[in-house]
């Protein structure tokens, strides 16, 4: 996917609702404290919240009701994908785009709350008619609930496919009554949703020049955690990996319903109760550890941070060479914070 925009409200300096047009643009120049920084953090905050995380402090001192926003708009979108179920479908079939066409992501923070938490929505032209307009909500067995309610004939619908269920429910109502709201997808089972759409996001690294080095900064830690994100990012890499998860996931399943067979000889009642399913994809980040050891045995991350930042640097831009004659390499985004002696008004 490619980043088109950012909004901002509430954030930092940025009080009123503020556009950022991304798309091909590769630097900002402005005055001192005019918001650069803000806007490459805000980012870093939107992406991964990592190397800058969100802070209360972060929302505006005048901010009525204390709720900082950071929406991005994006394109090229992935075409077919798969959200709550194993079945395909598409971000157009979910009705999860805008008006037109976009789809924008919207995530917030209530700071009037001692502990603000990320919440994510999805800002999408939508249905709003009752009954209609929280099936992304709802679990396959209250999908089939629903369609009994709404009697929505089930002839020819795969009960087992959450997009076919809902698309029939959709198509039975004469009005959905189709509004631009914003759709959570961080509560209940929406939560299913973003994780597999939060794989699709273009992959953000941020490298600041001149922030004072600190051996707790990740990515100064070891610049080769970068390498790894970005080498799982690869769309080849990851058809590989949904390859390995549907192997295990397919044959987890058989034994689980084996299992399950094998109950019911004992107790019927209870093995209907039972269903074989998978709560979470796995976490591949966490499977891999990469470092760059020098010809005396002494691994990168115990060498300086200067060093570890020249390293990292290097690798920023070995991958953009790369990524310019790669056409098959997936999103990735690269932003540099460099304060210019020569003209201090300048980031990149």
Same mark, same amino acid.
């Given at each position: ?19 950022? =047009? ?117 679990? =396959? ?63 953000? &690294?941020?490298? =600041? ?117 790669? &056409? ?6 690269? &932003? ?13």
């Amino acid at each position: 996917m490619k980043l088109e925009s950012m909004t901002l409200k509430n954030f930092r300096a940025y009080r009123d609702e503020t556009t950022v =047009q991304i798309g091909d643009l590769t630097t900002i120049i402005g005055r001192n404290d005019v918001g650069k920084s803000s806007i490459l953090d805000a980012l870093e905050i939107f992406f991964n919240n990592k190397l800058v995380t969100f802070e209360p402090a972060d929302c505006h001192v005048r901010a009525d009701d204390r709720v900082v926003e950071i929406t991005c708009e994006f394109s090229n979108l992935p075409v077919p994908l798969i959200l709550d179920s194993q079945v395909e479908t598409t971000l157009a079939q979910e009705s999860l785009l805008s008006q037109d066409g976009a789809l924008r992501i919207k995530k917030l923070w209530r700071c009037s709350l001692a502990k603000p938490r990320e919440e994510v929505f999805v800002c999408a032209y939508h249905p709003s008619a009752p009954g209609y307009d929280d099936l992304l909500q709802l679990t =396959q067995t209250k999908l089939r609930e629903r369609m009994r309610e709404l009697s929505v004939a089930d002839d020819g619908v795969n009960r087992n496919s959450n997009p076919a269920m809902r698309a029939a429910i959709w198509a039975s109502c004469d009005d959905l009554r189709l509004v631009g709201k914003d759709i959570p997808v961080t509560s209940e089972d929406g939560k299913r949703i973003w994780e597999k759409l939060s794989l699709h996001l273009p992959l953000f &690294a941020l490298f =600041q020049s001149d922030r004072p080095s600190r051996d707790s900064d990740a990515e100064v830690q070891d610049p080769m955690k970068v390498a790894v994100a970005t080498a799982l990012a690869e769309p080849g890499t990851q058809q590989k990996l949904v390859e390995v998860v549907d192997a295990v996931r397919s044959h987890a399943i058989e034994l689980a319903e084996r299992t399950r067979q094998a109950l019911c000889k004992l107790d019927p009642t209870l093995a209907r109760e039972l269903t074989p399913e998978f709560k979470a994809d796995p976490k591949w980040s966490g499977l891999f550890n990469l470092t760059l050891t020098s010809d005396d045995g002494i691994p990168v991350n115990k060498r300086g941070s200067g060093v570890r930042r020249m390293i990292l640097v290097s690798f920023f831009r070995a991958e953009a060479d790369r990524r310019l004659g790669d &056409a098959e390499s997936g999103d990735i985004i690269y &932003a540099i914070e460099y304060k210019c002696p020569e003209s201090p008004d300048l980031t990149a």
